[in-house]
């Protein structure tokens, strides 16, 4: 006959089974625990990388800007004032006119 199994040594082993897989368990959160630590921080160095590569964008932009303004300014004293000179071509071909009736 065989002889019945010691509760005491089931719940011993039991213990020691349960002990392993929350040791395991404890392991992989630990685990997945540094990997979101490690893409956090790297998450936060690219974004630093971005803000530092944003805000060089922007002040080359704000220059280029500045360029385009003066260089506006820079034709607008170069223009013609066409009315102007519009107005005074205006009265030329009136006055050439005039002379051309008053000739004939």
């Known amino acids: 006959m065989t002889a ?7 719940v011993a082993v039991e213990l020691e089974k349960l002990r392993g897989e929350i040791s395991t368990g404890l392991e992989n959160i630990k685990g997945t625990l540094n ?4 893409r956090t921080t790297r998450t936060d160095a690219d974004v630093r990388q971005l803000r530092t ?3 060089a964008e ?12 003066a260089e506006v300014e820079a034709l607008k004293q170069g223009r013609w004032p066409l009315a102007q000179l519009g ?6 071909g009136l006055v050439a006119a005039v002379v ?3 000739v004939h």
């Open 4 to 10: 019945a199994p010691d509760p005491t040594t089931n």
């Open 100 to 102: 051309a009736f008053f």
């Open 58 to 69: 922007l002040e080359k932009r704000d220059e280029a800007i500045k360029a385009l303004r």
């Open 35 to 38: 990997i979101l630590v490690e």
């Open 87 to 92: 107005a005074l071509v205006g009265v030329g």
């Open 53 to 55: 590569d944003t805000e």
